[in-house]
């Protein structure tokens, strides 16, 4: 046995420690902040895309920051995507954006205009009767797909249309998320059937990412059958497991967190709300600073005027402390305001910089 050890000569520990550090590297690297795939991505992670939209316009918007505290639109405030262009009810609300393991970015979001009446492109307050499928009552999610962030290709997927024996109330605030156990993008949103309560649900799409390859099924039932959920949003953690923040809407609806060893399942219930609101809040999104341990949640505080996001910052998903809102702490804005339901991921020098030109944007990072 000593001879063996012994046997080893400076080479061979050499390579052995090489080896051994790379093992390292690559479990780190394995590690995620919000999606597996950021991993697969070569260059340094070095800026922030926060996507939005807004009331006025149901477009789609983009601000870029280089140091997750300070945010600036790309085009001025100005929408990037006209919803009308991609929406069959001409308006998008709660857009979701995801990096793929494969290179490419893949949005979700809401099919609903709800002033579309009063913009003209419906006769009546809501594209189906409101008193047989409630407020908004949409049956449609917009998907879109980009290599750069610039070209975009999209498509409609028609909830209703799948399943019509469900007769779909509404189909709200989808995320995705890929899930490395089925290999697949799972998308996970808020459904009501009928006049129901709505409800968090999942499935799972196809290569094409033009339509679901599964079912959609529940995700999480909230042990108050009498209050209805929405608006979830799962963020892998350093130990594996998935922390999903959804809204309960109690008085006051806001944040909550649920925890799961499963993508997909077995979320359990925590009582405590973690936002820091008087009134009703919505819309969680959790990413990470680059910076250090430290995860940001970001949520829609549809209960002021003007509509404004507060913040919340915690290291362990169990403390949280209080960032307050944008421009009245340490968040800012530089041109735009009245945002609604943002979502954020991490890019390179390199895609946030091209990102910034196209809109003549001065965007540098050193």
């Known amino acids: 046995m000593n001879k063996t050890i012994h046997s080893f000569d400076k080479n061979t520990l050499g390579e052995n420690l090489l080896l051994l550090l790379f093992a390292v590297f690559l ?5 995620t902040t919000k999606n597996s795939s950021e991993s697969s991505v070569k260059e340094k992670l070095s800026a922030y895309l926060m996507v939005y939209f807004k009331d006025d316009t149901h477009g789609l918007y983009f601000a870029l920051s280089k140091d997750s505290y300070s945010f600036t639109d790309v085009n001025n405030g100005k929408p990037v995507i006209a919803g009308d262009t991609i929406a069959e009810q001409k308006g998008i609300r709660d857009p979701y954006i995801m990096r793929g393991n494969d290179g490419y970015f893949y949005m979700a979001m809401t099919d609903l205009h709800i002033y579309g009446k009063q913009k003209g492109y419906r006769e009546t307050e809501w594209e189906r009767p409101g008193d047989k499928y409630d407020w908004g009552n949409n049956r449609d999610l917009v998907l879109m797909k980009s290599k750069d962030l610039i070209h975009w290709s999209h498509s409609i997927l028609d909830i209703d249309k799948m399943y019509p024996e469900w007769n779909v109330g509404c189909v709200w605030a989808p995320e995705l998320i890929y899930d490395e156990s089925k290999g697949r993008i799972m998308i996970y949103f808020t459904m009501r059937k009928g006049k129901g309560k709505t409800k968090l649900y999942y499935a799972y799409l ?23 959920i929405l608006d979830a949003d799962i963020t892998k ?36 709300q973690i936002d820091f609101e008087k009134k009703s809040c919505e819309a969680p999104n959790v990413f990470k600073r680059l910076s250090d341990n430290k995860w940001v949640l970001v949520y829609d505080i549809f209960s002021v005027n003007p509509h404004n996001f507060g913040f919340a910052e915690t290291t362990d998903f169990k403390t949280f402390s209080n960032l307050g809102h944008f421009d009245e702490g340490v968040m800012k804005r530089t041109n735009f305001s009245v945002q ?25 990072i050193n």
């Open 237 to 272: 953690l350093p130990d594996g497991r998935f922390c999903m923040m959804y809204v309960a809407q109690e008085n006051p609806g806001g944040i909550k967190m649920a925890f799961s060893d499963k993508i997909n399942s077995g979320y359990v219930y925590q009582p405590e």
């Open 27 to 31: 479990f780190s690297a394995c590690k």
């Open 206 to 228: 196809d290569d094409t990412f033009t339509a679901l390859e599964t079912t959609p099924e529940i995700l999480f039932e909230y042990p108050d059958s009498t209050k209805q």
């Open 340 to 364: 609604k339901h943002g979502s954020v991921i991490h890019l390179t020098k390199n895609e946030a910089e091209r990102l910034a030109k196209h809109w003549n944007l001065d965007f540098s």
